[in-house]
């Protein structure tokens, strides 16, 4: 059974009312991530990302949905507790509502981890199950909705498994984004990507490549800042 929290060197995250804990997808997106002033986290569950954001980023002001009514108040909880809790204000909203009760706001960064299993058998548990699937949050919807808030300049940030990719890049593309990052992650240098780290921009743009062996010197120095035991 996963711990009821999870102690990071500036923040601890409460995760007993959430469905999903904290895990390593969670935390490589906040720690690779870009910023900026203003950011959105997408689903954002514990709130994880969000603070990690808020700890990266000094001037960063955060906004973080999420549709789980009992996620918001953990989030909110981990938020109130942490030192960062002037600059990030969670809400109990879907991504498909906000983009459409916020026409004029847009942000400098967007950063998701969000629900990837699209044909595959569902949890018994119903919140996990829409933390987990598709169904209340598409690829479409999730790329759609960000491109709208995006800012010109600014940089769509997400996790995705490896065999999630290539239906994601390709809404994301629909939508009319252009890749700008793309980051695979290995457990070990021998075994094929189990995940994918992707940034999107609106407009065209040399597309950075890069690799991340978890365990690595190169992982140990990304997640420094947040891990105890690092």
Partial sequence: MANDYFQFKRFIIHQDLCAMKVGTDGTLLG????????VLDIGTGTGLIALMMAQRFDDA????IDLDDEACIQAR?????SPYSDRIKILNKS???????MPDETYDAIVSNPPYFRHSLKAPDARRSVARHTDTLSYKDLTNCSF??????GEFSIVIPFDCREKLEEEAILSG?????VCAVRTTRKKPPKRYLLAFKKNPTTVQVEELILDSEEY????K???LYL
Avoid at 31 to 38: K, L, N, Q, T
Avoid at 77 to 81: F, I, L, M
């Fill in 31 to 38: 720690a690779w991530a870009r910023g900026g002033h203003r």
């Fill in 220 to 223: 140990k120095i990304l997640m």
């Fill in 177 to 181: 984004f252009f890749p700008s990052r």
């Fill in 61 to 64: 002001l955060v906004d973080a």
């Fill in 225 to 227: 800042d947040f891990y």
């Fill in 148 to 153: 709208k808030l995006l800012s010109e300049n």
């Fill in 77 to 81: 909880q981990n938020v109130a507790e």
């Fill in 95 to 101: 991504l498909q509502t906000f983009s459409n009760i």
